[in-house]
């Protein structure tokens, strides 16, 4: 036996080994790699909403950071939905997509995700809160809400514990500003929450606004609707806690904590932090903050433009009906090669289940989001696969008409085959890679997840019939199988059709 | 030997009058948007067993939108069954409602309290203008670029031959070919049986089109090789080509036929039309390959256009003038 065939099947059978352990065996795979490769399914297939938000102002300056910011906030608050692998991306520089798989409700969803944020003033106990810190209150008694925090967003909001609260009237002295070292807040079950002292909805939003104070540091001036709950009692928990830090809060998570410098009687200013900090620093944070307390988190006003929801029930059906059409359609296949090319169709049938394999393996391992269209995209790429073996077994055909030895027609039918596949399977590489690309406005991962699934067949599919057909054709040989009849050649029927092909090359 | 090139201009008055019908549907009817080309609303509503008249069943389904403040909403029948139990799906477009609006909820409990508790909304999309707009741009930018990359590509490849520049030339009006096809089927069969032309539409179109290239080049790559193998004149070359990679072609053709008509049967209703187009596109592909594309290399190797007109030689008119 060859040594080249002998390293090519050790190839193929680790590489298939492989693959069949992590579409077969998933868990196994992933306690022993620690990588997650279990299908990935679009929410075509699972069910659930796809969501396009578009600023209520297109204008508005700055408008792709904006964007950038809210899909960070967004981003957030779809993880406090629950929702795994979920989508969260600002598509064009002037809209924002979610795609939220799974999820049941999706108008309670929409309406999450557009909304202003819940913003709270609490009291933390004494504590500086670090920022980021999640909590749960008197008002929204949800804690915690997600285990790990993108982050997209800690840099949106530079907010510092250092930052301290004065009352407008400069009255109150600045010099007991100090740095202090957040201290870690001890985590507290949910039946013990911080009181929540104001709301953000009693915030009146139009007073918010950029200011500095006496000594001309930037700060954000803020002032609560008159006789609200949240004036009265913000009044009388500063003036019981003067020189005590007080948290300010979005969606359970501290935005900022700073230290009381007096009582604030329904408004006041939140002092940026001094020290450490450039005055271009210190602007930006003021900026930051400023747009939370605004506009709750998001730093835009989002409008849902188009919404995409299926049910599960839809997407369970989808799945089953497009396993029965590939077994269909894969066992028809196997059937018409076998029938048409007897021993290479053989060949031919086991690259294909390998490239099944190898493909699913694959798609797991990227991972690929595997949608319906994603799913057609594979069975197309059956007949593409299949192709490639279809043009190289033609061309051992012809060799052997020409009365080419069997070794020598295989070999030679591979290397006459090669520029075709070559050309050919570039262009739809080509095709697929611009739908990648192009695909974003078009509906995202549905057209991604296509074009993906199409390069990846072709990439794979090149594998298999190079590297494992060729394999198996050889082994053949070099097993002992040398009657062409083997390979549909009839050597005296075709005595006519070598005799005319001849003819026609001399 | 078969000769496929001597009749060539039968095979272009063949493209032609497969394009014309579309081209007259296009202009007279226009296609039938999907709602995301269109914008608005598209619902896809799953009603349990009914013993209702189809006419009674979409009047009953209108009435919920209008009682519901959605006017002038528009409602198809489909059948379906699972496990021997009967359903209807109804597609419903609308205009632009919000995924939370109060008009949705009144749907929802107007249908449920009319057919029943094991009603749902299977699907409901929404297509504002934003979204809308992009669509349209990006399958025109996309199939654009993937014309000229894909003729670029083949430039490249075929640089070793006299001519280079003629096989992506004729690669892409080939691909065009296809297209024409494609949207002039779409077309018919939008008002035939109320096809939409959606994202998943252009994602067919852009496979037909990889797959019609995919094809041509596979004949281009032999005329490669023969010219590189013997001094025959190039009409012989051609059809030679043609002819060796015939079965090729068939064979190919019919396990994309195998998978796609097993997805036609057995894929479930979201993705039909898809499949259609898809299988409608791919006979028109494997067909241009065969017999537009290396025929149309030899009427510009015989410069043959100079016959067309006033000498009274033309049998039919040019595909690709």
Known sequence: ?506 | MLDLVRRRYLWFAISILTIIPGLISILVFGMNLGVDFSGGARWEIHIPSISQTRDGLENEINDVFTNSGIEGARTQLSQGTTNNQQFVIAFVRSKLVQSDSAERKAVETGLISKFGADTRIETLQTVGETVRGRSIRNAIVAIFIASLAIMGYLWAAFRGTPNPLRYGVCAIIAMLHDVLVVIGMASILGWLIGLEVDALFMTAVLTVISFSVHDTIVVFDRVRENLRRSSDDYERVVNRSIVQTLTRSINTQFTSFFTLTALLLFGGESIRSFVLILLLGLISGTYSSIFNAAQLLVVWENREWRNWFGRGKDKAKPAAA
Request: charged residues 15%; negative net charge.
């Open chain 1, 1 to 506: 036996m060859r040594k080249q065939v002998i390293s090519a099947l050790v190839v193929t059978i680790v590489v298939v080994a492989l693959a069949s352990w992590i579409v077969f065996f998933p868990k196994s795979f992933q306690s022993l790699t620690g990588r997650d490769v279990s299908t990935h399914l679009g929410l075509d297939l699972q069910g659930g909403s796809q969501i396009f938000l578009r600023p209520a102002d297109p204008n508005e300056a700055d408008l792709t950071a904006k964007l950038e910011n809210a899909a960070g906030v967004i981003e957030r608050r779809v993880n406090g939905l629950g929702v795994s692998e979920s989508v969260v991306q600002v598509v064009n520089g002037d809209s924002i997509v979610v795609e939220l798989p799974g999820v049941k409700d999706p108008a309670a969803a929409s309406e999450a995700l557009k909304g202003a944020g819940n913003l709270e003033f609490i009291d933390p106990q004494g504590q500086y809160l670090p920022e980021g810190t999640e909590v749960c209150t008197t008002a929204t008694p949800r804690y915690p809400i997600t285990v790990q925090l993108p982050s997209s967003i800690t840099g949106t909001s530079g907010v510092t514990t250092t930052d301290s609260l004065s009352n407008t009237n400069p009255l109150s002295p600045t010099s007991n500003l100090t740095t202090t070292t957040p201290t870690t807040p001890t985590e507290r079950p949910c039946d013990t929450p911080y009181t929540t002292i104001a709301r953000g909805t009693d915030l009146d939003t139009s007073q918010v606004a950029l200011t500095t104070d006496q000594a001309g540091r930037p700060a954000v001036f803020f002032r609560f609707q008159t006789n609200s709950d949240s004036a009265n009692q913000i009044a009388s928990f500063t003036s019981q806690n003067v020189g005590r830090p007080m948290s300010i809060v979005v969606d359970n998570r501290v935005i900022s904590s700073p230290q009381v410098n007096g009582s604030l009687p329904g408004e006041g200013i939140i002092t940026m932090g001094s020290t450490g900090t450039t005055v271009a620093e210190q602007n930006s944070q003021a900026q930051a903050l400023q747009n939370q307390l605004k506009y709750g988190a998001l730093p835009v006003t989002l409008i849902e433009d188009s919404n995409r929801s299926i049910s599960a029930t839809l997407g369970n059906d989808s799945i089953e009906a497009s396993k029965v059409a590939g077994a269909v359609g894969l066992i028809a296949v196997m059937l018409f090669m076998l029938m048409y090319y007897r021993l290479p169709g053989l060949i031919a049938n086991i690259a294909l289940l390998i490239y099944t394999v190898l493909s699913f393996a694959v798609y797991n391992l990227v991972p690929v989001t595997l949608t319906l269209p994603g799913i057609a995209g594979f069975i197309l790429s059956i007949s593409l696969a299949v192709d490639a073996n279809v043009l190289i077994f033609a061309r051992i055909k012809e060799e052997l008409h020409r009365g080419r030895s069997l070794e020598r027609a295989v070999e030679d039918g591979f290397n006459h085959a090669w520029p075709s596949i070559r050309d050919s399977n570039a262009s739809t590489l080509i095709t697929s890679f611009i739908l990648y690309v192009l695909g974003n406005g078009l509906g995202v991962s549905i057209i991604q997840g296509f074009a993906l699934t199409l390069a990846l067949g072709i990439i794979i599919s090149l594998f298999t019939a190079i590297t494992v057909s060729r394999m198996l054709l050889r082994l053949t040989i070099d097993l002992g199988v040398s009657n062409a009849r083997w390979f549909g050649v009839n050597p005296e029927e075709d005595a006519a059709e070598v005799a005319a092909l001849s003819s026609e090359q001399a």
